[in-house]
C-alpha cells in the first residue's frame, strides 16, 4: 500500500510497525455542540483509511479520544474552554453537555456506518496520564510554569513545526499581540499543557488537583497521553483534519517526541476541507449543515456518504444541495442493481485486481467508485458475477449495498397517505384526471413522490431542496 505522509510531504510504502498489525489514531470530536457535515467528512475519509486497510489483510487496532475538556475556542491558548461555552448556553454542566453530544456523535457515525474504534477515551478519564507526561517535560526542561499555566518551551526543540513545515520565526509573526495574555510567555508559540484556576479560568468548572496546583489540561496533551496508553510509540497512522496540522498535530508531536525521545507516529494524514456553496462552512452565514438538517430534507445519510466518496480526501470538496441529490440518485442506481440479481459464487477477477491497485494508492476511492459503475454497465460479464465483486467493494464503500434500503415508501406507514392512495386508485379507474391530479399534489404537500408504474402507484419520500 501506498499512503501519503504530510510529515515528509510525499507518498510512500507504507510498512506497519507490527507485521499484518496497523495501530491507528484518529483525533476525536470536540463534543459540545453538534458536529457538522464537514466535520463529519473527516471521519469518512478515516473511515475508508481503517476499510482500506482491513481489505487488505491488516488487523487494525484503532484509538480515538473524545475531548470533554481544555480545548478551548482559538486552537491556541485563547478563549474559554468549548465545553464551558456548552454548558453556559445550555445551562448545564461541561459533563452532561459532553455526555449529550457524545451520543449525539455516535449516532451521526453510525448512521454514515463509520466503523467505531476498538478504544475510545476522554480527556477526563485521563488526567493522571496526561500529568505524568507534564511532569516529565519538566524535568527535562521542555516545559516552564507562568502565571496562568505551564507551558511547552517551543525554543527547546529544533525541529518544532515539522509537520507543517513553518518556521518558528513565520508562526511568530502570524500571533497575534493579543492572544499572549501572560507574561511569562517565553515565545509566543508556547502552548499551555496545563491551565490554572486563576484569571480567566478562576472559575473553571472542572478541575483536578496536579502538582503545579489545581488546574486543567490543554488540549493537545490528551492526544499525547491517550494514543500512548492506548497504542504505545511510536505507533503507525495518525490522523485528522488539516485544520490539525499547524498547531493541534504540531504539538501533539513536540509534546511526545520531546518527552520520550521517540516518534509519536511514524504516518500523518490528514483530510481536506469540505466547502458549502465555494465557502467555509459558519454558522452565520447560514451554511452550517449538519446530518440531520440533510434527513430532515429527506436525504439518507448514505447519500452524503456517497458525496464524499467521489472526492479524494485530499481535495476540497464542495457541497451543495444540488450534489448531494445527485448522489441520491446514483447510490439509488446501485441499489437498483444489487437487487437486480442474486450475487454469484465467484466475482470479476479483473475488475477486483484493479480494484485493490486503486484503494491501495493512496486511497483513491473516487476511482474506485468509477471503476465500480464501469462493471455494473459491463454486459459482457454476468450480473451475479458483478454484484459479487460489487459487494466486495463495498467492504470498503461502506454503502450497505448488501442490505439496501426499501426503494420505495411502505404506505402502511402513514395512514392519511394510505387514503389518498386508495382514493387515487378509484379515481384513475374512473378516469377522473382532475381528481387524481388534485390528489398526487394533495401527496406532494404530505412530503410524497408518486410514480404510475405498472404495479400500481409506488411512492417515495420526496426531496425538498
Ligand atoms: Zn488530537
Not at 478504544?119 to 496526561?130: N, R, W, Y
Not at 503545579?212 to 491517550?226: D, L, N, R, V, Y
Amino acid at each position: 500500500m501506498k499512503l501519503y505522509n504530510t510529515l515528509g510531504k510525499k507518498v510512500e510504502d507504507f510498512k506497519s510497525i507490527q507485521k499484518g498489525e496497523v495501530s491507528l489514531y484518529t483525533c476525536g470530536p470536540t463534543v459540545y455542540n453538534y458536529a457538522h457535515i464537514g466535520n463529519l467528512r473527516t471521519y469518512i475519509f478515516e473511515d475508508l483509511l481503517k476499510r482500506v486497510l482491513l481489505y487488505n489483510g491488516y488487523k487494525v487496532n484503532h484509538a480515538m479520544n473524545i475531548t470533554d475538556v481544555g480545548h478551548l475556542v482559538g486552537d491556541g491558548d485563547e478563549g474559554e474552554d468549548k465545553l464551558e461555552v456548552g454548558a453556559k448556553r445550555e445551562g448545564k454542566n461541561p459533563l452532561d453537555i459532553a455526555r449529550f453530544y457524545t451520543e449525539k456523535f455516535f449516532q451521526d457515525t453510525d448512521a454514515l456506518n463509520i466503523i467505531r474504534p476498538d478504544v475510545v477515551k476522554t480527556a477526563t478519564e485521563t488526567i493522571p496520564e496526561q500529568i505524568e507526561i507534564i511532569k516529565i517535560l519538566v524535568e527535562k526542561g521542555f516545559a516552564y510554569k507562568g502565571e496562568q499555566a505551564v507551558y511547552f518551551d517551543t525554543s527547546k526543540l529544533a525541529d518544532y513545526g515539522k509537520l507543517s513545515g513553518q518556521k518558528l520565526s513565520e508562526k511568530l509573526a502570524g500571533a497575534r499581540e493579543e492572544v499572549v495574555v501572560d507574561k511569562d510567555k517565553k515565545n509566543p508559540a508556547d502552548f499551555a499543557l496545563w491551565f490554572f484556576l486563576t484569571g480567566r479560568y478562576q472559575n473553571h468548572i472542572l478541575h483536578w488537583p496536579s502538582p503545579w496546583g489545581k488546574g486543567f489540561p490543554g488540549w493537545h496533551i490528551e492526544c499525547s497521553a491517550i494514543s500512548r496508553k492506548i497504542l504505545g510509540q511510536p505507533f503507525d497512522i495518525h490522523c485528522g483534519g488539516v485544520d490539525h496540522i499547524g498547531t493541534h498535530h504540531t504539538n501533539e508531536i513536540a509534546q511526545s517526541e520531546a518527552a520520550f525521545g521517540l516518534p509519536l507516529a511514524n504516518i500523518w494524514m490528514h483530510g481536506e476541507f469540505l466547502q458549502v456553496n465555494e465557502g467555509k462552512m459558519a454558522k452565520s452565514a447560514g451554511t452550517f449543515v449538519t446530518l440531520q438538517d440533510l434527513m430532515d430534507k429527506g436525504f439518507s445519510p448514505l447519500d452524503y456518504r456517497y458525496l464524499c466518496l467521489t472526492a479524494h480526501y485530499r481535495t476540497q470538496l464542495n457541497f451543495t444541495w444540488e450534489s448531494v441529490l445527485s448522489s441520491r440518485n446514483a447510490l439509488e442506481k446501485m441499489y437498483q442493481f444489487v437487487v437486480s440479481g442474486k450475487p454469484g459464487q465467484v466475482g470479476c477477477a479483473e475488475y477486483e485486481q484493479k480494484f485493490l491497485e486503486q484503494i491501495s494508492d493512496d486511497l483513491n476511492v473516487p476511482q474506485a467508485l468509477g471503476l465500480a459503475w464501469q462493471l455494473v454497465g459491463d454486459t459482457s460479464l454476468p450480473v451475479e458475477a458483478r454484484i459479487n465483486s460489487l459487494l466486495k467493494f463495498d467492504q470498503v464503500f461502506g454503502l450497505r449495498l448488501s442490505e439496501p434500503p426499501a426503494l420505495f415508501f411502505n404506505v402502511q406507514e402513514d395512514a392519511k397517505l394510505a387514503e389518498l392512495v386508495e382514493l387515487r386508485q378509484l379515481a384513475r379507474k374512473d378516469k377522473d384526471f382532475e381528481r387524481s391530479d388534485s390528489l398526487r399534489q394533495e401527496m406532494e404537500a404530505l412530503g410524497y413522490e408518486v410514480l404510475d408504474t405498472s404495479e400500481g402507484q409506488k411512492i417515495k419520500r420526496k426531496i425538498s431542496l
